[in-house]
Every structure is written in C-alpha cells, then in structure tokens.
C-alpha cells in the first residue's frame, strides 16, 4: 500500500492540449505508473478563477469527481453542465470536452484516465 | 458526457467481502458499465462511525482519495496508516486490505477499481 497526501505530489502547469493553450490549470499526477498503477492514473486537477481547460479529445474516457469551486464542463454539441462539489462526470472515448471556472475559488475535481484505451 | 451529483446513485449497504462481514459500509456506484465506462469504475463509500471493512483481497488494485472523516488502512504484515482529507491510497492487486472508520463522523472516501485485471 502507498499513502501520499495530494500535497505531497508536485503540481505542475498544464500548457497545451490537443495543441490549444490552456490557462492556469495545474494538475497532480497522485498515481500513475510511478505507485505501480497499470491500469488508470487519478490526478488531481485545480483551475484557477478565469482558468481555462480548452475543447479537445483523445480516444481515454475521463471519470471525474468535483471536490470544490464551480465549474462548467461543454462539448461541441450544445451541451454544458455546471458542476460543484460533490457533482460527477463520465467524459466517454473521443468526446470533445472543454472546463471553465466560472467561479472565484479554484475550481477542484479528481479526474482519472485509463492507460488501456477503449 | 454524463453528469451527476453523488446523491442521485442509489446507496446499497455492502454485506461481504471475500465471505468476511463487513459492518456499517454503504457504496454508491458513481460511475460504471451502465454509464458506459469499460475500463474502471468510481465507487464512493460511507463508513459509518464504528463501522469496518474486514481484511480481502482480490486482482484489481484500488486507487483511492479521502473526502472527510478519518480512517485507517491497514494489510496482514503490519502496515498501518491513518488517512484524512486529501489522502490518496493505492492498493496493489492481491494485497490485503482492511479499512476502519477512527472517527465519530463517516469516513468518506472515492474508491475505483478496474474491469480489465492486471
């Protein structure tokens, strides 16, 4: 068994995704292949307030659990959720997904993503 | 995408793990097969004050947060460790875990497993 706290893992700023710039989003890798996972990684995620995550996919599916702030998960077909703590989101293989804050906290969720792609 | 609060999955209480009784443990399935998910599923837990998760094991390894309340994670070779909000846990396949709730409140934590066994 490995126990970390979330803190003890270092953040690093998330730069590009699927090319496009993302704006003040930083993300814990909590476990990955480094603990031994070899089937999915979690890693915590915490965008600040005006932060953005742009719409991009990839062929992983995303299940993410919001534990504080508010924030709004959108596709390329009309759909948006806001989302708050306690909210949770399945993001299917190759969906486009995009995440704003639209609060004034950091928006914060444990997003995790599989290493076997399906 | 799928979006849900906690709230809205039914909460079961869980009876028994490798044939052992479990005690005052309730688990919502968040996110599994029937939103679609083949690689891993999101389960949270409440265990309630008191309550126990006796030492099993089985092939999928565990990647675990804490949300509130205070625990204890332990295996069969003496391993112990106390976890609070924001700790993360990852279990190996195969290694025995057990679980106990130290604290007057539920200790709440998000625990997810995978389908495909490594």
């Known amino acids: 068994m490995i126990k970390k706290n979330y803190v003890d893992v270092e953040e ?12 003040d989003v930083y993300v814990r890798w909590l476990i990955d292949t480094n603990s031994g ?14 932060g953005i995550v742009p719409l991009h996919n990839h062929p992983e599916d995303h ?12 596709d390329d077909k009309g759909q948006q959720e806001e989302a708050k703590m306690g909210d949770v989101i399945y993001i299917p293989p ?3 997904h995009g995440i704003d804050n639209l609060g004034k906290d950091n928006f914060v969720f444990i997003c995790l993503i599989p290493y076997i792609k399906k």
């Open 63 to 74: 299940e993410i659990y919001v534990l504080s702030g508010k924030g709004k998960f959108y």
């Open 12 to 23: 690093k700023q998330a730069t590009l995704m699927n090319g496009r710039e993302v704006k």
């Open 37 to 50: 996972a070899k089937n999915f990684a979690m890693r915590r995620f915490e965008i600040k307030p005006g």
């Open 94 to 96: 190759n969906e486009k």
